[in-house]
């Protein structure tokens, strides 16, 4: 199975950018759709955003739309999360995630590999 490794997380302030790295190994992306979940404590899993394998479909939770922008390179085996205008209700662990169909990504809401998440804290 794919390895996924996420990167690019840490502590910003309100208003701020970032940028979530997730890098596959172990096979190719190319066939793949892939998101990214978060999790803070207390809360549930959420599926934040979701790409198809070619990029034509995206998925965004209602809570980041406008404001966060998924994508992926299928050359690099690297997807990627743009999150603009962040707000301290976007602090969780982000996990990266790939399934082998894109109903089960978004509509069950899993992945078949994960990463090992990356802390993102916004404050005030």
């Known amino acids: 199975q794919v390895r996924l490794v996420e990167s690019g997380g840490g502590l910003v302030q309100t208003g701020d950018s970032l940028r979530l790295s997730c890098a596959a190994s172990g096979r190719t992306f190319s066939n793949l759709a892939t998101g990214w979940f978060r999790q803070a404590p207390g809360k549930e899993r959420e599926l934040v955003a979701g790409i198809t394998w070619n990029g034509s479909t995206r998925y965004y939770a209602a809570s980041v739309k406008g404001r966060f922008t998924i994508s992926r390179d299928n050359a690099r085996n690297t997807m990627y999360l743009q999150m603009n205008s962040l707000k301290p209700e976007d602090t969780a662990v982000y996990y990266c995630?790939?399934?082998?169909?894109?109903?089960?990504?978004?509509?069950?809401?899993?992945?078949?590999?994960w990463g090992q998440g990356t802390q993102v804290t916004v404050s005030s």
């Open positions: 995630a790939a399934a082998e169909d894109w109903l089960r990504l978004v509509t069950i809401k899993t992945g078949d590999s």
